[in-house]
């Protein structure tokens, strides 16, 4: 857990000094592959992740409630 | 004097009809048409350790699942999201709710032909965003309900992004809330002679000869209480970091309140002499869980643009929660474009490991002087591999049609999960995304 706080911040401090990328320079970034996030097409494995394993979260998918699982 | 006051008034004017002229700045919808997604799977899973029967026994499980995701722009700023689906399973440890079916010696390996044997999971999603002029500021609320034989659940959420430094970073804030209600179903040999579980013919313990322990004294009492409320608070950061690379962070909270234990899930205890019908080892008691439960989960993801081809996915998450289980989870996905784009396909991996919970332990070694005890192996210490491809056509120019509806793409994916509790599951899913003209 402090490992992961630390990473926070270095994440943070370091995100700080980013050089800011204009709209029209964003066509990489914009390609469907580099969304942050799961693909629709992904989220019936989220939800069997979320049945068969304890962790949950973090993820987009389901962090608790609406179903039985755990 | 008269002179200038009618220059002003002149400069006036000129500038007001100059103002009434200028045009609207652009403002780009945020969703141009409508989008449907018909999303499809099959699921199948195999392992020896099912929960129904005390963490020993068959835990094959089939399901297949169809979801339609329609996105319907109501104007240029909001979007209406609605989200339906249905998901038909088989299970042999499910089916051991009740192995007492009189076609064969009920055996914690083999499946029975009961009634818990199948069911149907149905749920809705109803999702509403608005973006501003400026499209910096993001919000949604939605509402949700899910419901199975013994399981039912409603929930909503709301959501809000703030966009910053020309769109190269976003803050987000997220909350949910779910009120769930079991229908309480026990295992079979715990029920009320003559009544009570829900489901079937009552059963009656004196119809069976008990091998083992004669003397079968279960410590059971009934839950007090089924319903289950989950409460969800999260925080999102993401950064645009070059022009080839982007990452963010998540941080959810999870507050679990309720009946928290699956109340047809068996335990047995190692100070209590064993009874048996058949090849079934009968109920000591069944699963008791606190009834409070904290998660937190730490997680990023870091995407990197390699060129026209290769593209990198990453994702790491750190879980603890309060009834002592910590895990790891890390994942690569290198997405690569062939063909011009049009085909890519998706080699992934994943891995994956927990500690146990605090109130786990294998089968037929709990003391019934505990309070909480489980012997669901998806709560023990345990790590997990994913190996993943998939798939994926892009109709750039949208020239396939169905009616109205354009396709954009078609995604297939095949995934394999294994723990080394002996347990591994295979998955396949297809997507397919259609836009209207």
Sequence with gaps: MKIAGKLLVLFVITCSSCVVVKEYEMVHLNDPDMILGDQNCDRNLLTAQAYREAASGANGGKTGGGCGCN | MKHNFLWIAALFVCSGMTAQNQPQPYKKRVLESTEVDLLSSLYSQTGDHAAVSGGIG?????????????AIPLNDDDV????AGVSAYTSASSSNINPFDGRQAADPY?????ESQSDTWSNGILRYSHSSDNRNQIWSANTSFANEFDYSSIGVGSSFAQLLNEKNTEISLHGSAYFDQWRLIYPIELRPPG???GEGTPFHLENYTITGNPVYSPKFTPLSQSGRQSYAAGLGFSQILSKKMQGSLALDVVLQKGQLSTPFQRVYFS???NSYIENFHLADDIERLPDTRLKLAIGGRLNTYINEIFTVRTFYRYYVDDWGIRSHTASIEVPIKILMGRITLYPSYRIYNQTAADYFKPY???LSTRTYYTSDYDLSGYAANQYGFGVSY???FNNMHLWRFELKSIDLKYYHYSRNTNFSSNL??????????
């Design chain 2, 195 to 197: 009544g009570g579980g």
């Design chain 2, 271 to 273: 100070d209590v002499d």
């Design chain 2, 364 to 366: 037929d070694q709990h």
């Design chain 2, 110 to 114: 083999v499946a029975s032909s009961g």
């Design chain 2, 394 to 396: 892009t109709d750039i």
């Design chain 2, 428 to 437: 396949i899913t297809l997507g397919v995304k259609f836009i209207l003209e």
């Design chain 2, 58 to 70: 068959n835990e094959s499980l089939q399901d297949a699942t169809a979801t339609i995701v329609i």
């Design chain 2, 80 to 83: 209406l999201t609605i989200d």
